[in-house]
């Protein structure tokens, strides 16, 4: 079984569209991310979830809007989408375990906005 | 949390010790040094973490010098699917929300 599993991998929209990325994670953990991977192969975190309370949203657009309607889910949506927005996104999970936070990723999804 | 800062780019023989360095010579008491790499067009994955011994588990060691101001991570037999790129990051505890990830070290494994 998929640990962190997100859909779909591939995206292909015009600009203006709007867009949702599922991400699901069977670990039990209780935190979610999700990240973006620009061209330049930066990773950068956006959002970050624990226990479906937003903890850290990191200066993204309120183009963007996590939905996590349960601890194992957190999805993406992207409203109008534009050119900039291109990118992977990883979805990620982890246990709070206090020193031993290990992230658990999901294989990504690759958006493009023509 | 403190900065690291790692070579852009490594070459290793297959069969061979991979030992990738990092420093981190502001990092404080209570952080951590995480390693993870990123196959190409995979998901970022966790190698291995430490606070200042050495550790080592299935994939790799963990040599985190006695100033805790760098650290290697050593791949033992590196293989061609180790070919990736390798981050070092320094992380205090219950902060994983912070996890950031730098440019890291591309390694490239050959035959």
């Known amino acids: 079984d998929t640990a962190v599993s997100q859909t779909p991998k591939y995206l292909v929209t015009q600009m203006g569209n709007d867009k949702s990325i599922k991400c699901e994670q069977n670990l039990g953990h209780d935190t979610m991310y999700w990240y973006k991977q620009d061209s330049k192969k930066f990773l950068k975190i956006m959002f970050s979830?624990?226990?479906?309370?937003?903890?850290i949203n990191e200066t993204v657009p309120n183009r963007f809007s996590p939905k996590s309607p349960d601890k194992a889910h957190l999805n993406l949506h992207i409203n109008s989408l534009e050119l900039g927005d291109s990118a992977v996104y990883f979805c990620?999970?982890?246990?709070?375990?206090?020193?031993?936070?290990?992230?658990?990723f999901g294989s990504g999804t690759q958006l493009s906005v023509l | 949390d403190a900065k690291t800062t790692q070579p852009p780019s490594m070459d290793c023989a297959e069969g061979r010790a991979a030992n990738l360095p990092c420093n981190h010579s502001t990092i404080s008491g209570n952080e951590y040094v995480y390693w993870y790499r990123q196959i190409h067009s995979q998901g970022p994955q966790y190698i291995i973490h430490g606070l200042k011994n050495n550790e080592t588990n299935e994939m790799a060691s963990l040599i985190i010098t006695e100033d805790r101001k760098s650290s290697t991570l050593i791949l033992p037999h590196a293989t061609l699917r180790d070919t990736a790129v390798y981050y070092c990051i320094v992380l205090n505890t219950g902060t994983a929300s912070k996890l950031t990830f730098g440019t890291g070290t591309r390694l490239q494994v050959t035959l």
């Open positions: 990620a999970s982890s246990l709070q375990t206090g020193g031993s936070e290990k992230l658990f």
């Open positions: 979830y624990n226990n479906k309370e937003l903890i």
